[in-house]
């Protein structure tokens, strides 16, 4: 379903409240396969049914006129975005393979989405968006005109006219390809040195002990936004100080910091 770019209709949608309330900006959109609703959610997902809230479509315009840019969004594809002044981006939805994906990979489709898995998800979400506030006003991490991470020292470290100004231990939690659309856990990877994953094997177990397929299943489809959830999940669980996200050519490498201090 489409709508018109200068007359949204009063067509009922899925949100939060939190968003419907002007608490949080939509960073994750939505329109579904099966009976093409439109969902308009924070970063994690839908989260906890208790906050669901159904409101018109055009007063969501009203809230926020750049989701007008979304009006094309095709049945069974998600957009979403890091920040509200940020670019949205898209692709099909990662629950679905796309025409040619078994010629591209072999790779399962992602699995179901159980409710205890939402709800990690947001407190998840949660944690993590706290984590890289402090980081951001105590460490200036997106300020920085270079950073650089090592595979043999386990770190990365943000510089400023060639002189190190912070510094950060690392582990690698998995990457995402925007050649294949999936998610590869690190500890799959055969790029990956052993211990810049040591402590992501304990979110796989974790997985295997709650039965949350997506934290065990080494690969399958997905996207950037999906990177970001288990990275969020990953930091949660293991109590990091916060993420980096390493763009390259074929997709972003995602890690959780452990440890971050002024470079001496």
Known sequence: MAWLFDDPPNLAVFTTKSIAFGQQPVLLVTHDEEDGAWQFLPSGGAGHEKDAALVSLRSMIERD?????????????RAWRESRDSTWQRKRSNYLKP?????????????????????LVEAAASYLADCQQHLEQEYRLGKWSRYDWSQETRQLVFSDGGAPKVIADIQFVGSVSTETDTWLWAWDNDSVDTGLFEALLRIRQY??????????????????????????????????????????KNGFMFMIITSVGWAT
């Open 99 to 119: 025409k040619g994906a078994e010629e591209r990979s072999s790779a399962p489709a992602v699995p179901v989405r159980s409710e205890a898995f939402e709800e």
């Open 207 to 248: 997985g295997e002990a709650h039965g949350f397929p997506h934290l065990t299943t080494p690969k399958w489809y997905a996207h950037e936004v999906d990177g970001w959830e288990m990275t969020s999940i990953a930091a949660f669980l293991l109590r990091a100080k916060g993420a980096y996200r390493s763009p390259g």
């Open 65 to 77: 006129s750049t989701l007008v840019e979304l009006a094309d969004l095709p049945v069974g594809w």
